[in-house]
């Protein structure tokens, strides 16, 4: 009898291990300044879960090579956010962990080669309400590569009793992310 117990609480504690094993992942990477070719040392590296507005779930720092590592707290969908000479990147993490490598570039307060290739407007009209989306796609053809940044990166102006909704931006073929203007 003592024997079946005990391995009854063997087995028991051996199931709980290996789920718990089963449920730590973490995001590998490496971060690239592609404007130099070179690693992208000492850039700060956040674990972001959009489902939850972009709430902070792990830090990290690139070293010397531009690698980093951060654990993944459970199964929901997570972005990597590199600062890297005060400009954000964003990346996609793979479900479930793996190598999630950021590009990055070098970063001037006016860049040569940045322009507005479309700006579609939506305009609804709902309940008395005006409603205007407004999206642009912007293109950087700057050579070499490097991003444009600064407090007045991306201006806009709006009527004066507008009322701001969301704003975000989005990479091509990335996940929305949530931005911030600035009045």
Known sequence: MKSTLFTFRTLAFSFLFAGALAQAATVTGTVTDKTTGTPAAGDTVVLVEPMSGMSEVGHA??????????????????????THQGA???????????????????VAAKVQGISIDSDILEIEAQNGQLSVDERFFVHNTS????????????????PADAVLGDVAAQRPGGLPTNAKLVP
């Open 61 to 82: 720092t690139t070293d010397a090579q531009g690698h980093y590592t951060l654990n993944l707290p459970g199964s929901n969908p997570y972005l990597v956010r590199v």
């Open 143 to 158: 050579s070499p590569a490097i991003t444009q940044f600064s407090a007045k990166s991306f201006e806009i102006i709006l």
């Open 88 to 106: 954000e990147y964003f990346a996609d993490v793979p479900r479930g962990g793996g190598t999630d490598d950021v590009a990055v570039y070098d």
